[in-house]
Nanobody
Framework: QVQLVESGGGLVQPGGSLRLSCAAS????????RSWYRQAPGKRRELVAIISDGGSTNYADSVKGRFTISGDNAKNTMYLQMNSLKPEDTAVYYC????????????WGQGTQVTVSS
């Protein structure tokens, strides 16, 4: 069974950093379009960052310059490095993957909580 498993969430002070990990099983992760989403209580889930099967990246304006998405093919894992964290970054962060140009197959992680608070 394909699984995406997130880790690395937790409590951090404003201005601090966290690195989230998403480890994939039973797929070649780098062959997929991979994304990080987040959802705060009472708000819709929003796209945070994308890395394509070709390695190109894009970011939401709210995190641009602070967050970096990357992949490690050898570990079949992607990461979200989060720096200069703000209270408004508090959310459950979700890992997501789908094959390029295909909408009938996709995968979600279980989510990991990130709380930015002093």
């Amino acid at each position: 069974q394909v699984q995406l498993v997130e880790s690395g969430g937790g409590l951090v002070q404003p201005g601090g950093s966290l690195r989230l990990s998403c480890a994939a099983s039973r797929i070649i992760f780098s062959a997929y379009v991979r994304s990080w989403y987040r959802q705060a209580p009472g708000k819709r889930r929003e796209l945070v960052a994308i890395i394509s099967d070709g390695g190109s990246t894009n970011y939401a304006d709210s995190v641009k310059g602070r967050f970096t998405i990357s992949g490690d093919n050898a570990k079949n894992t992607m990461y979200l490095q989060m720096n200069s964290l703000k209270p408004e970054d508090t959310a459950v962060y979700y890992c997501y993957a789908r094959p390029p140009f295909i909408s009938t197959v996709d995968y979600w992680g279980q989510g990991t909580q990130v709380t930015v608070s002093s």
